[in-house]
């Protein structure tokens, strides 16, 4: 079976289970507690309470019948007395369990909230090498599945287990105490054979699940990845062969849970059989009593209504059971995937990065993303305080790694990289990223209004340093021509926006944040030539006085760079002025030159 998320450690059975106790029993939150215990007493009693109740039913049919044996409650109650306290104390015992349900639902809500901000903090704390590798549909569905489990185990565990079994103790002291020991003998043969056999079905059932999990974890992947590329499926015409794709994947679940279904019905019979012949033995016992005169009719009747009290949670059981056994598996891929390090960590006792002018140094940095993988094979390059330094060369020669490296996505595998002299290692990475801000290539705006996406780079910001960022990136206009202007929905990775207008409002979202260091990572990469020209202006007034490092393909937008750095095969084979680097005919001016003839072609 394919694993769901690589490299995940998996947690097992009892584990599990510990590793949500403490949700239930938190040190610092003692309404917790107090809540805990109240639904636990309000449990007990109802256990009680319900254990009590066939004592009424038995002494109400003898009144009936006339075989009271003389107590004088019964006598004094009469049997339309002894059928309201019936009635009464079958209305105690289901008041005493949504009691406990009403008293504990704050705690289960509680825990599933704070693992799930637990299981959402953690992932935003993966490095970028586990995002790159994870598959989003997947993903999704574990988190969403290990959560429910929590909530199932939470409250099963506790009020279905252990209530369980107070409940069969006590229902087979009764029975041993009135009747004789072989009803003791016959009940607890039945509970045996049915919790063996539910154990072992289950345990092989949990295989089938396991595998159902994973073709339904694979069959969502599928289309999420599908409708997330749907411009490229059309591109392609590849409507059918994604319908295929999909449906191949259905057909594997569909075939994983039929065999649940299957399996289920076997085992839903085999408990039935096990519990009708313990159920059928009891009752045999009781009704030779009955003709022997050792017991009433009301005993008889007792006995039956002792047997359905052990059957229903038997039942239950059963179901529980399963449940618990898949929320453990469940569970166990999200704490999994919550045991997954982070590669990048704040180092002990780091201190948040002091800027005193936003001097940038690449000191001899190497980094592979594999031993047998190098990108970067000692790259040395300094940025002055407020300087711009441009980063051109080929595809794959390692220019979006350095930006990367910078924002520590990644650690550097040999050398540094410092910041007015503080080795960015060394500092906290909330205040490391405050001081840095990104323009990508790709721009990618959250499903929400144009206002949220340029609201990002700072949400404090006032409506008008809003709209001022949005007028500097050029975008102002066009949102105000919309009928819903700044409240206009972008659509999913902004996809209602041309690749332009989504990625001027990313500018526009840097261009807010107002950090003193600048990354532009191909930034008008998705503009027209006029757009293009018109922002860079814009860009160069933010650039000064600020650091600015720029990854460029097209080399027209660097000319004015202080340096330009060429990189290839993760090496700098030249830097210096546009001219200088012209004027020396190397690998720069064949790029130029190769750029200029292209454009006028294309012209």
């Keep these: 079976m394919a694993r769901t998320e690589p490299d995940q450690n998996e947690a097992r059975g009892l584990s599990v289970v510990l590793r949500v ?23 007990v009693t109802a256990k009680l309470v319900a254990v009590v109740t066939p004592f009424f039913y038995k002494a109400a049919v003898d009144a009936l019948t006339g075989e009271t044996s003389g107590e004088g409650w019964v006598l004094a109650v009469g049997a339309v007395g002894l059928t309201v306290a019936y009635g009464l104390s079958r209305l105690l015992n289901v008041g005493f369990q949504q009691l406990r349900d009403v008293v504990f639902a704050a705690v289960g809500q509680r825990a599933l909230r704070a693992i799930a901000l637990e299981t959402f903090t953690h992932i935003h704390q993966l490095s970028l090498r586990y995002h ?6 997947g993903l999704s569905r574990i988190v969403e599945r290990g959560i429910r489990g929590v909530e199932f185990l939470l409250r099963f565990l506790l009020f279905s287990i252990g209530p369980l079994v107070l409940e069969l103790l006590l229902i087979a002291g009764v029975l041993a105490w009135l009747f004789d020991v ?24 949990v295989k089938i699940r396991r595998e159902m999990n994973a073709q339904d974890t694979d069959a969502t992947q599928k289309a999420i990845d599908s409708l997330l590329n749907f411009e490229t499926v059309k591109y392609f015409g590849a409507e059918k062969r994604e319908a295929a794709r999909y449906d191949q994947a259905m057909e594997r679940y569909v075939a994983a849970s ?22 059928v033995g009891v009752m045999v016992m009781a009704a030779m009593g009955v003709q022997s005169g050792a017991l009433t009719t009301g005993d008889f009747v007792m006995v039956n209504a002792y047997m359905i009290q052990i059957t229903m949670p038997l039942n239950f059981l059963g179901t529980v059971y399963r449940e ?5 598996i469940d569970m166990a891929q999200m704490f999994g995937l919550l045991e997954q390090p982070a590669e990048v960590r704040d ?18 940095v190497h980094f592979d993303y594999a031993p047998d993988r190098p990108i970067l094979k000692g790259v040395s390059l300094t940025v002055p305080a407020g300087g711009t330094t441009a980063i051109v060369g080929s595809s794959g020669a390692g220019k979006s790694t350095l930006g990367r490296l910078l924002f520590r996505f990644y650690d550097v595998t040999g050398g540094a990289i410092r910041i007015d002299g503080q080795d960015v290692r060394d500092v906290t990475q909330e205040s490391l990223h405050a001081q840095i801000g990104v323009v990508p290539q790709d721009t990618v705006l959250f499903n929400d209004t144009i206002l949220y996406n340029i609201a990002y780079g700072r949400p404090e910001a006032s ?26 929905q972008v659509g999913e990775r902004g996809l209602k926006l041309s690749g332009g207008e989504k990625q001027r409002v990313g500018i526009a979202r840097t261009l807010l944040k107002d950090p003193p260091i600048l990354l532009l990572d191909e930034a008008t990469s998705a503009l027209d030539s006029e757009t293009e020209s018109a922002i860079q202006e814009q860009l160069r007034a933010l650039g000064r006085g600020r650091t600015t490092l720029v990854i460029a393909h097209r080399l027209s937008t660097i000319a004015d760079a202080d340096e330009i750095v060429v990189l290839e095969d993760g090496r700098i084979v030249e830097r210096g002025g546009h001219d200088r680097l012209l004027e020396r005919g190397g690998r720069y001016a064949m790029l130029w030159y190769r750029q200029k003839t292209e454009a006028e072609e294309a012209a």
């Design 21 to 43: 106790a403490p949700y239930l029993w938190p040190a610092d939150e003692p309404w917790v507690k107090r809540r805990v215990v109240g639904a636990v007493l309000a449990l």
């Design 324 to 328: 618990i056994r898949q929320s453990l």
């Design 258 to 279: 039929l065999k649940t279904s299957y399996s289920l019905a076997f085992l839903n019979f085999g408990q039935a059989l096990l519990i009708t012949g313990g159920l």
């Design 132 to 137: 790159i590798q994870r598959r989003t549909g």
């Design 463 to 488: 409506r008008a340093e809003i709209e001022a960022a949005a007028r500097a990136a050029r975008i102002h206009d066009f949102v105000a021509g919309l009928p819903e202007g700044y409240e206009t």
């Design 347 to 364: 180092r002990e006792g780091a201190k948040p990065i002091a800027i005193t002018g936003g001097r940038v140094e690449f000191d001899d």
């Design 182 to 205: 072989w009803y003791l003998v016959v009940v607890f043969a039945t509970i045996a054979g049915y919790v063996a056999f539910t154990f072992v079905v289950t345990e092989w059932r």
